[in-house]
Nanobody
Framework: QVQLAESGGGSVHAGGSLKLSCTVS????????LGWFRQVPGMERELGAI????????TYADSVKGRFTISRGDAKNTLHLDMDGVKAEDTAMYYC?????????????????WGQGTQVTVSS
């Protein structure tokens, strides 16, 4: 059974940092495209960052580029999202996702597996 479990969300002041983690089980971690998307109530789910099946390939939304870093912790089948210099507009529910045939520009609707999400709230 495939499971994705996010953790690390919470409240942070603008300009601060937060680290999200996603523990993945039930699938070959290194063979899956992994990503972080985020969603605000009433809005569509939007891209945060994606890590391709090739460990060196990543892509970021323009809104987070230079501030967020996606990485794989292969030893523990964990995906991370380091969030630095957070802004109020980063407030959202953050979801971890995985797909065996994913690619860096794949839309959220095509990703096969999803976690339950972790809430990030940035206060100004």
């Amino acid at each position: 059974q495939v499971q994705l479990a996010e953790s690390g969300g919470g409240s942070v002041h603008a300009g601060g940092s937060l680290k999200l983690s996603c523990t993945v089980s039930g699938l070959p971690f290194a063979e899956y495209c992994l990503g972080w998307f985020r969603q605000v109530p009433g809005m569509e789910r939007e891209l945060g960052a994606i890590a391709g099946i090739d460990d060196d390939s990543t892509t970021y939304a323009d809104s987070v580029k230079g501030r967020f870093t996606i990485s794989r912790g292969d030893a523990k089948n964990t995906l991370h999202l380091d969030m630095d210099g957070v802004k109020a507009e980063d407030t959202a529910m953050y979801y971890c996702t995985a797909d065996p045939r994913g690619w860096l520009g794949m839309p959220s609707s095509d990703f096969k597996y999803w976690g339950q999400g972790t809430q990030v709230t940035v206060s100004s």
